[in-house]
């Protein structure tokens, strides 16, 4: 079992900055592939960017050159660094944990079992 909470969202102005944390519960979090959603008012959940145990690193397009996925296997913690953002990157987040290992699954958020509770970014333009 895995206990995902999110934090580090708010408002922000477009061209702006958040970094999200997830902090992860359980002694298996080293390998277990990290990743992040988001979903808008009226839209399905939405791929953002996974990072595997070994810190292979994946990105929608639509985030890319503007987001850094990480994690800290030794304090159990997942970060998505957001820069340049954008009216459109406004919706919840969510943090999602999963040890499945193959890459091309990881843009599906049937994928992920463990779900934080998601936290909020609005950005005004």
């Known amino acids: 079992q895995v206990h995902l909470v999110e934090s580090g969202g708010g408002l922000v102005q477009a061209g702006g900055s958040l970094r999200l944390s997830c902090a992860a519960s359980?002694?298996?979090?080293?390998?277990?592939?990290m990743g992040w959603f988001r979903q808008a008012p009226g839209k399905e959940r939405a791929f953002v960017a996974a990072?595997?145990?070994?810190?292979?690193?994946y990105y929608a397009d639509s985030v890319k050159g503007r987001f850094t996925i990480s994690r800290d296997n030794a304090k159990n913690m997942v970060y998505l660094q957001m820069n340049s953002l954008k009216p459109e990157d406004a919706a919840v987040y969510y943090c999602?944990?999963?040890?499945?290992?193959?890459?091309?699954?990881?843009?599906?958020?049937?994928?992920?079992?463990?779900w934080g509770q998601g936290t909020q970014v609005t950005v005004s333009s």
């Open positions: 359980g002694r298996t979090f080293s390998s277990y592939t």
């Open positions: 999602a944990a999963t040890s499945s290992q193959y890459s091309g699954r990881f843009y599906y958020s049937e994928t992920y079992p463990y």
């Open positions: 990072i595997r145990w070994n810190g292979d690193k």
